[in-house]
C-alpha cells in the first residue's frame, strides 16, 4: 500500500538532498553553503560532495551527512552517480565503488539509509540500466545544474519505471556547483518532506518511505487516490497533468479553460458555474472532469480513477515555468 504523506499527520520540512563544497568541487566552502541555504528559508540540506563525506559542525542548519558516488558502468558505458544519505559511517569508498549498484543500495537500505541515482538524462543511462535495479528507491527529475547544459529532467525515465511496476520515487535537487554564478544553480529544485519532529532520524526515515513531494516552486496541498477518485489541491498553476500508463492520463491548460469560456464545444458536455467570488469550476462531462481555477491559476483537478492504469502522479507548472511534482499513487 502506498504511504500518503499529504493525509498523515506532521510537518513539512524544506530541503536539498545534493550539494557541492569546495570540499570537491563546488564553488563555495560549507560554511558558505549552509549560510544560503538558511537564508533562504531551508530547514535541511544534505551536503553530498563527491568521494568524501564532508563533516560540518553546525547549529544554524539540520545537515544530512551524504555522499556522491561515480561507480559500476551502464549499458553505454556511463558511471551511474549515487548520492548515499543518512548514513554516519559508509565504509570505505573504494569497496563501495567495487560493488554492484543494486548490491550497493541495497546494502545502503540494509543499514538504514537512503540512496538514489542522480541525473540519469545527465548520465546517459538506458532505462534498461535503471529497470534491472531491484533495490532502486528513487531516481532525480530534476537537477538543477544539469539543466544548465539542457539534461535538467529525467521524467521520461520515471514514467517508464513506473509503467513496468517499480515503486520509484522521484526527486528535484539543486546539485548545487556555480551557486550564484549565472546560470545559477542554487535553490532551483528542493523537496517538501513530512515529518513527526524535524531531525536526522525522522527526515531520513520519510525519505525512505517516500513522504514528500518535489518542487521548484508551486505547492501541493493535498494529493489522493481513493474513493474511486484521483483528486488534487495545489497553488496556482497554468498547467496541471495526471500522468499514468501509456495512452492513458489527463492535461489542463488554463488557455484550454479560455477556450472553454469562449464557448462552441457542446461536445465536450462542457459546464462552467461561479463556486465563490474567486473560482470557477469547470465540469467536463465526456471525461468527468472537475477543475477549479481561481483568478489566472488552476487550483485543483478531480478525476475518476477509471481514467488511470497502474499509476497516476500530479505534475504541475506555474506561471514562472516551474514544476512541482508529487510521488505516485499505485492504483
Known amino acids: 500500500m502506498t504511504l500518503n504523506p499529504f493525509e498523515m499527520e506532521g510537518t513539512w520540512v524544506k530541503g536539498n538532498l545534493h ?41 544554524e542548519l539540520l545537515l544530512i551527512p551524504g555522499v ?5 558502468r551502464s549499458e553505454l558505458g556511463e558511471n551511474f552517480h549515487v548520492v ?18 543494486d548490491d550497493l543500495l541495497g546494502d545502503v537500505l540494509s543499514r538504514g539509509g ?28 530534476f537537477n538543477s545544474t544539469c539543466d544548465n547544459v539542457g539534461k535538467g529532467y529525467s521524467t521520461v525515465y520515471w514514467d517508464v519505471l513506473l509503467s513496468q511496476g517499480s515503486d520509484v520515487k ?21 523537496v517538501w518532506v513530512k515529518v513527526k519532529e524535524n531531525d536526522l532520524t525522522n527526515i531520513v526515515d520519510s525519505l525512505r518511505k517516500g513522504l514528500y513531494y518535489s518542487s521548484m516552486g508551486p505547492e501541493i496541498y493535498y494529493f489522493s487516490a481513493k474513493n474511486n477518485n484521483i483528486e488534487a489541491v495545489f ?27 469562449k464557448g462552441g464545444y457542446e461536445e465536450l458536455d ?26 489566472s491559476g488552476i487550483i485543483s483537478v478531480r478525476a475518476p480513477l477509471s481514467s488511470f492504469e ?18 505516485p499513487m499505485f492504483i
Open 310 to 327: 497502474k499509476y497516476v502522479r500530479l505534475e504541475i507548472l506555474d506561471i514562472f515555468g516551474r514544476f512541482a511534482w508529487s510521488n
Open 235 to 261: 497553488s496556482p498553476v497554468l498547467r496541471a497533468n495526471l500522468i499514468t500508463r501509456n495512452g492513458k492520463g489527463f492535461s489542463i491548460k488554463v488557455d484550454d479553460l479560455d477556450q472553454f469560456e
Open 84 to 101: 548515499i544519505l543518512g548514513l554516519e559511517d559508509i565504509g570505505s569508498l573504494d569497496e563501495l565503488k567495487k560493488m554492484e549498484i
Open 114 to 141: 537512503f540512496a538514489f541515482i542522480a541525473h540519469p538524462y545527465w548520465s546517459g543511462l538506458t532505462t534498461n540500466d535503471l529497470l534491472t535495479i531491484e533495490n532502486l528507491s528513487a531516481i532525480e527529475v
Open 270 to 295: 462542457l459546464e462552467i458555474y461561479q463556486e465563490n467570488d474567486n473560482v470557477k469550476a469547470y465540469a467536463i462531462g465526456r471525461y468527468n472532469i472537475e477543475i477549479k481555477r481561481r483568478n
Open 170 to 190: 522521484g526527486l528535484a535537487v539543486d546539485d548545487t556547483h556555480r551557486y550564484d554564478l549565472p546560470p545559477r544553480d542554487l535553490m532551483r529544485g528542493w
Open 19 to 59: 550539494c557541492h563544497t569546495t570540499e570537491s568541487d563546488g564553488r563555495f566552502s560549507p560554511k558558505e553553503v549552509v549560510e544560503r541555504y538558511k537564508a533562504g528559508g531551508y530547514d535541511f540540506l544534505a551536503i553530498t560532495d563527491h568521494d568524501r563525506m564532508t563533516i560540518f559542525e553546525t547549529d
Open 68 to 72: 556522491e558516488i561515480a561507480m559500476s
